[in-house]
């Protein structure tokens, strides 16, 4: 098989680092003397070869973070570095170069994905020429296989189904072997049961070709598809859910929900948690030697294990938390 991969930015003989990594993210929108915090210190950390889903809802800063992981936005402060490459430093040849090999993209509206008068064979081998790809033959075979696309090479994008479409466009994205590939909302314009396949194609490529993947989406049933799944919200990473795997290869095993704590100590419980235990305003803490008890603060914890501190060696002080 023959592929072409971006450049290795690690130590001479290392693996090419494939990571995403965010540390304390702001992007600030100033228009008409409003300012709008779309990302509020922001971490995220996605391990080389790891497929996850960032997951939100409308204006929860989910659009803004892939704007800036994708080269075409810069946040306000902070730090951003996708296979080894500084979002914040890059100049306008390096963004270049970032765009047509290191990273790839499958965006939601099909013409952004793919030329309409050119065949999907062509498309792909477009993407190739332009990102200065080598045996290009041999690069389309390997993609057609892994991608199932044998059938509509010969086909524009009008002519083929929505999901053939975007497995065409999850081709044109690895066109040139790049190290991190981008999903936004790629079932966005798709049905259950298509979005359902095409998740598990992008697992798939994950798997056999070990690129980096982050689906950015507002559906969270793509959870049942990835391993990982982070949350945000209000500009925040807010929670996590991991799903264990039987075979080492699908996440059909137990799921498990955490919470992120930055590094001030801040965490956010999960809404479904807030509105069912009706916790609003202040709540009440409770540390305990292995966990920590959140209480409404007008309730009286009625739990001996849980309840709050009530001898001078359980009390710790809180007052910054």
């Given at each position: 098989m023959t592929t072409t991969t971006a450049p290795d930015v690690g130590v001479a003989g290392s693996t090419p680092d494939r990571s995403i990594r965010c540390r304390e993210l702001v992007r600030i929108y100033a228009s008409d003397d409003v300012e709008v915090q779309a990302l509020q210190g922001l971490q995220l950390d996605v391990a080389s070869g790891?497929?996850?889903?960032?997951?939100?809802?409308?204006g929860s800063g989910k659009s803004t973070?892939?704007?800036i992981l994708s080269g075409l936005d810069r946040p306000t402060a902070g730090s951003a570095v996708v296979a080894g490459v500084d979002l914040t430093s890059m100049?306008?040849?390096?963004?270049?170069?970032?765009?047509?090999?290191?990273?790839?993209?499958?965006?939601q509206q099909t013409e952004r994905n793919l030329v309409p008068y050119l065949t999907i064979a062509d498309n792909?081998?477009?993407a190739m020429q332009l990102g200065g790809t080598r045996h290009r033959a041999a690069r389309l075979s390997t993609l057609v296989d892994l991608l199932d696309l044998g059938d509509v090479l010969d086909r524009r994008p009008a002519d083929v189904s929505g999901g053939q479409r975007q497995r065409a466009a999850v081709a044109v994205g690895l066109a040139n072997g790049p190290s991190v590939l981008l999903a936004d909302e790629p079932t966005g314009e798709l049905d259950e049961s298509t979005s359902a396949q095409l998740l598990e194609t992008l697992r798939s490529v994950n798997r056999e070709t070990g690129t980096t993947t982050?689906?950015?989406?507002?559906?969270?049933t793509v959870s049942e598809h990835v391993g990982r799944t982070v949350r945000i919200r209000d500009g925040?990473?807010?929670t996590e859910t991991l799903r264990s795997s039987t075979d080492g290869s699908a996440p059909d095993g137990e799921a498990q929900e955490f919470a992120l704590?930055?590094?001030?100590?801040?965490l956010q419980l999960p809404s479904e948690y807030v509105d069912r235990l009706g916790l609003?305003?202040?709540?009440?803490?409770?540390m305990r030697p292995d966990h920590v008890g959140v209480y409404r603060g007008d309730d009286e914890p009625t739990d001996a294990h849980d309840g709050p501190p009530t001898t001078a060696d359980d009390r710790t002080d809180h007052d910054d938390a």
């Open positions: 790891e497929l996850v889903a960032l997951v939100g809802a409308s973070l892939l704007g100049t306008r040849r390096t963004r270049l170069q970032y765009h047509r090999t290191v990273v790839g993209f499958v965006w792909v081998l477009l982050l689906i950015v989406t507002h559906d969270a925040r990473t807010s704590v930055d590094r001030a100590g801040r609003r305003d202040r709540v009440r803490l409770a």
